[in-house]
């Protein structure tokens, strides 16, 4: 999955979908490349998507560019049957306001458990 997209001053950037194991991630990059955000996750085999920490680059804030990982993330989940389970704040803040809005256009959302975070330690603990 690789999306071009415009951020909030109209610079180009793209973002891009890496999987990995134990941990993926959404990225954002600039049009030169350099990437300068992500969204990180793990898929634990179960049709689900624990997204646990979101970040852009300090430089970078303000031009909306963590909004359009979130975005991309989400669509793509729908695209892809997948249940979001938003450890990271960014993620639960944005499903508690909206989330009505994206069960509308087909998402799925559960609040996550302490066996959640549980497999989330264990996958950053084997990356580290």
Do not use: W
């Amino acid at each position: 999955m690789t999306q071009q997209l415009n951020d909030n001053t109209g610079a180009r950037v793209t973002v891009n979908l890496d999987e990995a194991q134990p941990i993926s991630a959404y990225t954002v990059s600039l049009a030169d490349g350099s990437r300068v955000g992500r969204a990180e996750f793990i898929d634990p085999s179960n049709g689900e998507r624990i997204f646990f920490h979101t970040e852009v680059d300090k430089e970078y804030s303000g031009r909306g560019l963590a909004g359009l990982l979130l975005r991309e993330a989400l669509t793509d989940s729908i695209r892809n049957n997948l249940t979001i389970v938003p450890l990271c704040p960014l993620f639960a803040t944005h499903l508690k306001k909206h989330g009505t809005a994206f069960l509308a256009d087909g998402g799925r959302f559960r609040r996550p458990t302490k066996a959640d975070i549980t497999l989330v330690t264990r996958a950053t603990q084997r990356n580290a």
